[in-house]
């Protein structure tokens, strides 16, 4: 019995490899119909307010019949939201050199900063980075000559990379608005001793469900007004224009476990709302928020 089912994995095993659905077997017989570009990783992110160290790196592998012999060269286009496309970059083999599966390889690095000055973009946008591999032959493959199974597994191939210009708040700097922090205690009676601390140019502030408790007195007369009951409510507080740095802190108290919040924003005039930052049962120390304005 046990060499029937031996023989019978390893039929399995057999057909498997040599199946024609397979995607690695399908490309590399098959090349002389097509070409990949493979994603051999990524890096980096885009941030609005860290725009001089925000590059994204593309590391990839080019693959055809010839083994990388009839590639011309590789179009890079970008576009933000959905605009028009512009050229970038055309890279040249010349850049690329060999790999480690002896194909060529390349790593492709697109600074925020040009994004900025060749098409511009805000807070939140989304910047679409697509790739164009043209051959010798004549031939050219981008995203709509790729089907579902060359996207995912080996060959990772999309020839197109999404990046949201993120907003995180890194250097401190203060972002004027209306912040509104909207608190839940789960159990329903207020928080003991756990509180959100802001400062502002060495202003502080704290924010927080008051304590129903006696053991809770000295720490309610240093919140801020509070909109709410035991179980949630929220607090407000504004930013001015002048202001130049900004802090963000959570303090642990006594069953943090129960404690949930959200920090929403809007700008000075009303607009760009968004939630900013949320949390529960999180850690002590400073919080960085996302703010796209």
């Not at 790196?57 to 286009?77: R, T």
């Not at 690329?96 to 002896?102: A, L, N, R």
């Not at 007369?221 to 909109?227: G, I, R, S």
């Not at 009951?229 to 001015?240: A, E, Q, Y």
Request: glycine share 10%.
């Amino acid at each position: 019995m046990k060499k029937l089912i031996s023989l019978i994995s390893f039929i399995i095993v057999f057909y498997s490899c040599e199946s024609p659905d397979n995607t690695v077997n399908f490309v590399l017989e098959n090349f002389e119909k097509g070409a990949v570009i493979r994603t051999i990783g990524t890096n980096g992110d885009y941030n609005f307010y860290d725009q001089s160290n925000s590059i994204f790196e593309l590391e990839f592998e080019e693959h055809d019949s010839e083994n990388g012999d009839l590639m011309e060269n590789v179009e890079v286009y970008i576009s933000v939201d959905g605009s028009a496309e512009i050229l970038y970059k055309t890279i040249q083999p010349s850049e690329f050199s060999v790999g480690p599966t002896g194909l060529p390889r390349t790593i492709l690095r697109i600074p925020l900063t040009d994004v900025e000055n060749q098409i511009g973009f805000i807070g939140g946008s989304t910047v679409k980075i697509r790739l164009k591999l043209n051959l010798s032959n004549g031939k050219s493959y981008s995203e709509d000559e790729v089907t579902g199974s060359m996207t995912g597994s080996y060959f990772s191939s999309p020839f197109v990379y999404n990046k949201i210009v993120l907003c995180n708040v890194v250097d401190g700097s203060a972002i004027p608005g209306v912040y509104t922090i909207k608190m839940q205690d789960s159990y329903g009676d207020g928080w003991q001793d756990s509180r959100l601390k802001l400062t502002v140019d060495g202003q502080v502030y704290f924010f927080a469900i008051p304590s129903p408790y006696a053991s809770g007195v000295e720490i309610n007369k240093t919140l801020e007004a509070y909109t709410g009951n035991d179980n949630s409510g929220s607090s407000t507080v504004t930013i001015p224009s002048n202001a130049s740095n900004m802090k963000w802190e959570w303090i642990v108290g006594r069953y943090p476990e129960e404690t949930s919040y959200t920090i929403s924003y809007t700008k000075l005039d009303g607009s760009r709302g968004q939630d900013s930052f949320n949390e529960a049962n999180g850690p002590g120390g400073e919080k960085i928020l996302s703010i796209c304005q």
